[in-house]
């Protein structure tokens, strides 16, 4: 058996003459089991976070999405059209346009961004399982409007009598002082809510949907033209290829961009706030690491007798710091394996519990994810080669003749 090894598992496990050096290991254990605990409970947590915020683009977000490389709208001609039904990696897609316009309702108004879409965008997306009220109808003016839209303006579902008005500015150029007194510089439309979805606030407060022909006509728009076509692929599909065969169909004018693209900036906000955290509780981890090197200075003051017996029986300065480099390595090692159990079953039981809540309805978002494990084993095992190496370093030829 390795020498160095042997004995520095006996140091583990054997107590020391002296009460306080016992209380200073276990103390130091404590501190690292806790650390790992409290740092694998924490990754968890913003994993959980990372996937509930991201769920909501699942939902709302096609596989693929083409938007045009500059301006606002695009044309889709009918032979295009016919070019991505023939596709075989595609489960259906879906043409929208949208622009931003004046909502208006009882004398409460707000501005948001009106989305016309065909009859296959519930297809193409998960939109119609985030209805809160009522059904997805979106044939001639009905609409489907957020519920943060429909609490600023007060509107309620299938209310002919006072309609949600939706006024948008005429295209054209020149000064509004060059046009008629008499002639309005916008266009309107009349829509009746057939439902209301709730995804998250923002997006709540964001759209109201309706008829693709109906805001074509309100926008001036020709028949082929559109700001967007959303894609749901095949499952299983190769999303390389299609995206190829899309960008072959579509034409220079048009970039394609999967979910992740489309909220790349929700992905890069999560992703730093990932990255800050952990390095705050691996500053901790540091600190609380100074710990060790406490415990393995005393451990060689405790021990320094048998230190010595070890050198007039031959073994070498070098053997002697390993011994208490691999104790130190082996006390952090079983510090962060306890740690991980104790916060993997911390997660276990708010996964199947529920045991902290955000609301009554709502538990707080956890996700047990295997790379947690490793990144948290091996911080603490580096800290704990580090802490070793520092304090092993203190054994020397003046320590054994002291």
Do not use: C
């Amino acid at each position: 058996m390795n020498f160095p090894f042997y004995i520095a598992k006996r140091y583990v496990r054997s107590k020391s003459s002296q009460n306080a050096v016992n209380i200073i290991n276990l103390i130091t254990f404590l501190v690292i089991v806790i650390g790992s605990a409290a740092l694998f409970i924490v990754l968890s947590g913003f994993a959980g976070l990372k996937s509930f915020s991201l769920s909501f683009s699942n939902t709302f977000d096609p596989d693929l999405k083409a938007l045009p490389v500059s301006g606002k709208f695009f044309s889709v001609s009918q032979d295009q059209e016919e070019k991505l039904g023939e596709l075989s990696g595609l489960a259906a897609y879906s043409k929208e346009i949208e622009e931003r316009v004046y909502l208006n309702h009882r004398q409460k108004s707000h501005v948001a961004y009106i989305k016309g879409v065909d009859e296959y965008y519930s297809k193409a997306t998960g939109i119609d399982s985030t209805l809160y009220l009522g059904s997805w109808n979106i044939q001639g003016q009905q609409a489907v409007a957020g519920i943060g839209i429909a609490n600023l303006l007060g509107l309620s579902i299938n209310n002919y009598q006072t309609p949600l008005v939706a006024l948008a500015p005429k295209p054209g150029k020149g000064s509004l002082s060059q046009q008629s007194l008499n002639a309005k510089p916008y266009k309107e439309i009349s829509l009746v809510l057939t439902g209301i979805y709730a995804i998250e606030e923002n997006l709540d407060k964001k759209y109201v949907f309706t008829d693709l022909d109906m805001v074509r006509t309100l926008l001036e728009k020709s028949q082929d033209e559109v700001s967007g076509v959303n894609f749901k692929l095949v499952p299983g599909a190769d999303t390389n290829t299609l995206e190829a065969q899309i960008a072959n169909i579509l034409g220079p004018e048009v970039v394609l961009k999967d979910r992740r693209a489309l909220n790349s900036t929700l992905h890069r906000m999560l992703n730093t706030e990932n990255l800050a955290t952990y390095l705050i509780f691996t500053l901790v981890l540091i600190i609380a690491l100074f710990n060790v090197v406490g415990a393995i200075i005393m451990m060689i003051l405790d021990k320094q007798q048998n230190t010595r017996t070890l050198d007039s029986l031959g073994a070498t300065i070098r053997e002697l710091r390993r011994v208490y480099f691999i104790q130190g390595i082996i006390v952090t090692s079983l510090g962060g394996l306890f740690g991980v159990g104790l916060g993997a079953l911390l997660i276990g039981s708010q996964i199947a519990f529920g045991w902290l809540r955000i609301t009554p309805s709502l538990a707080y978002p956890v996700e047990f994810q295997p790379i947690n494990i490793l990144i948290v084993l091996g911080t603490i095992v580096l800290l704990g080669i580090i802490a070793s190496q520092i304090a092993s370093s203190r054994v020397n030829k003046k320590l054994l003749q002291a």
